[in-house]
């Protein structure tokens, strides 16, 4: 930055404030916040795929959703147990984040890893992949803008998804 302007950029601060809009979703979703992920995806361009060599996925072939759009998603989607819990918890590790020169946009990719457990279901691995995020700073906050998330492995989703959903998300589906 040039000029006799001070650089005020804090990119601890953003860093941070990125970190929680990261794992914003694995905290809403695992306590069944359906109305919450909605929000946090809600304007969000979003696309997913499949395979851990799975090529980028163009910029064309992301949709954008309304909250009642995601919300229907994962209603559809997601089982909730009656407690409204999906008995799941969600792993985010590996973070990395990069900012433009510009510090107005940021891109983020992290690996994610899903735990479920159930009485009658005991405690394993059913899913990891990675996110690949893009976010924006706006006057009130960063938001994100782009999620691409990749499925790399699989195992049993049978208690965590609906029928007919766990084959897509399938690296071999």
């Not at 009485?119 to 960063?142: M, S």
Request: net charge negative; glycine share 8%.
């Amino acid at each position: 930055m040039g000029g006799d302007r001070p650089d005020t950029f804090d990119r601890a601060l953003a860093t941070e404030q990125l970190r929680r809009i990261i794992l914003s979703y694995p905290e809403l979703i695992d306590r069944g916040d359906l109305a919450g992920v909605a929000r946090l995806l809600a304007g969000v361009r979003f696309g997913a795929a499949s395979g851990r060599n799975a090529p980028l996925i163009p910029l064309d072939q992301l949709t954008t959703r309304t909250a009642g759009e995601v919300r229907e998603t994962y209603e559809n989607a997601v089982i909730l147990y009656d407690d409204g819990l999906p008995h799941t918890k969600h792993l985010v590790s590996n973070i990395d984040i990069a900012f433009a020169d510009d510090r107005q946009t940021a891109s983020s990719r992290c690996s994610y890893a899903v735990l479920q457990a159930l009485d009658d279901f005991p405690l394993q691995l059913i899913i990891a992949g990675r996110y690949e995020d893009v976010f924006e700073a706006t006057p009130e906050g960063w938001r994100l803008t782009i999620r691409r998330e990749y499925t790399d492995l699989v195992g049993d989703l049978s208690r965590h998804v609906k029928p007919g959903v766990a084959h897509q998300l399938s690296p071999h589906g």
